[in-house]
T-cell receptor, first 112, second 112 residues
């Protein structure tokens, strides 16, 4: 079945540590790819997107993501996490001719 | 300030009592959409609208109605709410074809 998966429901990292959040999709053709962040009590904010071209994309707040076609993945990374990064992160895709499909989300906790 | 607004932010109601959640955007966006967010399921699309008087079903439209009489407004109507519609609802908008959705702050609905 076509879907977007985020294997980690909850991740805890220490402040200053590196972060990688995983996202995998199962669609025949490469969809448009997105990462959104939802801070507590807030709406979703776009971190970055990939449509085509360079497979390493830079976003806001120091985040980056790498598209790997062979693995159908679009993992989000940050080299050094700040306490303010604690939030829920959603991977989303737009398959060809369809609307947004969101993953289930990964909740990030940051230890001081 | 560019924004998407939703009202009310919180609503507790009883089964069967019709309600409307309003959504308004000030960015002259053509595309608007409603999502519901449930734990472990991410965001699921309820309805979307490509422009005035053009609406279509998303993935979970049952029990909901929408209308798009003006470009800036996209209300969500629950004619006869049921407890399984208890959820967090988000409205979003974007320029046609940009896929960069701007989200409202959310409406937490409880149906008893």
């Amino acid at each position: 079945a076509q879907s977007v998966t985020q294997p980690d429901i909850h991740i805890t990292v220490s402040e200053g540590a590196s972060l990688e959040l995983r996202c995998n999709y199962s669609y025949g053709a490469t969809p448009y790819l997105f990462w959104y962040v939802q801070s507590p009590g807030q709406g979703l904010q776009l971190l970055l997107k990939y449509f085509s071209g360079d497979t390493l994309v830079q976003g806001i707040k120091g985040f980056e993501a790498e598209f790997k076609r062979s693995q159908s993945s679009f993992n989000l990374r940050k080299p050094s996490v700040h306490w303010s990064d604690a939030a829920e992160y959603f991977c989303a895709v737009v398959p060809w001719g369809q609307n947004f499909v969101f993953g289930p989300g990964t909740r990030l906790s940051v230890l001081p | 300030e560019a924004q998407v607004t939703q009202n009310p932010r919180y609503l507790i109601t009883v089964t069967g009592k019709k309600l409307t959640v309003t959504c308004s955007q000030n960015m002259n966006h053509e595309y608007m959409s409603w999502y519901r967010q449930d734990p472990g399921l991410g965001l699921r699309q309820i309805y979307y609208s490509m422009n005035v008087e053009v609406t279509d079903k998303g993935d979970v439209p049952e029990g909901y109605k929408v209308s798009r009489k003006e470009k800036r407004n996209f209300p969500l109507i629950l004619e006869s709410p049921s407890p399984n519609q208890t959820s967090l609802y988000f409205c979003a908008s974007s320029c046609q074809g940009s896929y960069e959705q701007y989200f409202g702050p959310g409406t937490r609905l409880t149906v008893t």
